[in-house]
């Protein structure tokens, strides 16, 4: 019981050191590269709105998710 503690126990201060491992400060003067384009979550947001938008008309005709269209793409 007291082996499982202590397994338990350095499971912990290594969750936390990795944990710790991805904390950073970001100085002002590094802020322009995080600022890029191609550091972006989303690279194209128009695009992913479009695909999402047809996504959703094309999934409206399977019903029972709440989407609104018929399926068919148009208004």
Same mark, same amino acid.
């Given at each position: 019981? @007291?082996? %499982?503690? !202590? /397994? +338990? #126990?350095?499971? /912990?201060? @290594? #969750? @936390?050191?990795? @944990? /710790?491992? &991805? =904390? #950073?400060? +970001?100085?002002?003067?590094?802020?322009?590269? $995080?600022?890029?384009?191609?550091? %972006? /979550? !989303?690279?194209?947001? $128009? &695009?992913?709105?479009? !695909?999402?938008? +047809?996504?959703?008309?094309? !999934? &409206?005709?399977?019903? &029972?998710?709440?989407? +609104? *269209?018929? *399926? =068919? *793409? =148009?208004?």
């Amino acid at each position: 019981m @007291a082996k %499982a503690k !202590e /397994l +338990v #126990a350095w499971s /912990l201060v @290594a #969750a @936390a050191l990795l @944990a /710790l491992t &991805g =904390c #950073a400060t +970001v100085q002002p003067w590094e802020r322009g590269k $995080l600022a890029k384009p191609k550091m %972006a /979550l !989303e690279p194209d947001p $128009l &695009g992913s709105s479009l !695909e999402t938008h +047809v996504y959703n008309y094309r !999934e &409206g005709s399977t019903g &029972g998710f709440g989407s +609104v *269209g018929g *399926g =068919c *793409g =148009c208004n």
